[in-house]
């Protein structure tokens, strides 16, 4: 079993910068890979960011390249997102996952087994 949460989402204004942090409890977290995932109001979720499990690979969705960055500290258990040069259009309510049936980290939403209950980001213009 493995708990998520999310923390440090908040209202923050367009070309503002946000840091969020997913932290871990539970399964050893230095043996699973993290992704970052994010639905907008109306609109499908998508995936963000990923890294695995010991920090040494990252992956990014095109739309967010340059402007967020994956990291973890596997000694605290958490993983964070730092976001840059926010847009109105990066809105939406952010969630981390964690994928323990199997190494991975990536895109494929089905891959990850536990989400945490997400933070929200409204980003004002």
């Known amino acids: 079993q493995v708990q998520l949460v999310e923390s440090g989402g908040g209202l923050v204004q367009a070309g503002g910068s946000l840091r969020l942090s997913c932290a871990a409890s539970?399964?050893?977290?230095?043996?699973?890979?993290i992704g970052w995932f994010r639905q907008a109001p109306g609109k499908e979720r998508e995936f963000v960011a990923a890294?695995?499990?010991?920090?040494?690979?990252?992956y990014y969705a095109n739309f967010v390249k340059g402007r967020f960055t994956i990291s973890r500290d596997n000694a605290k258990n958490t993983v964070d997102l730092q976001m840059n040069s926010l847009k109105p259009e990066d809105t939406a309510v952010y969630y981390c996952?964690?994928?323990?049936?199997?190494?991975?980290?990536?895109?494929?939403?089905?891959?990850?087994?536990?989400w945490g209950p997400g933070t929200q980001v409204p980003v004002s213009s």
């Open positions: 996952a964690a994928a323990t049936r199997r190494p991975y980290f990536g895109s494929d939403a089905e891959a990850y087994d536990y």
């Open positions: 539970g399964r050893t977290f230095s043996s699973y890979g």
């Open positions: 890294i695995s499990w010991n920090g040494g690979s990252t």
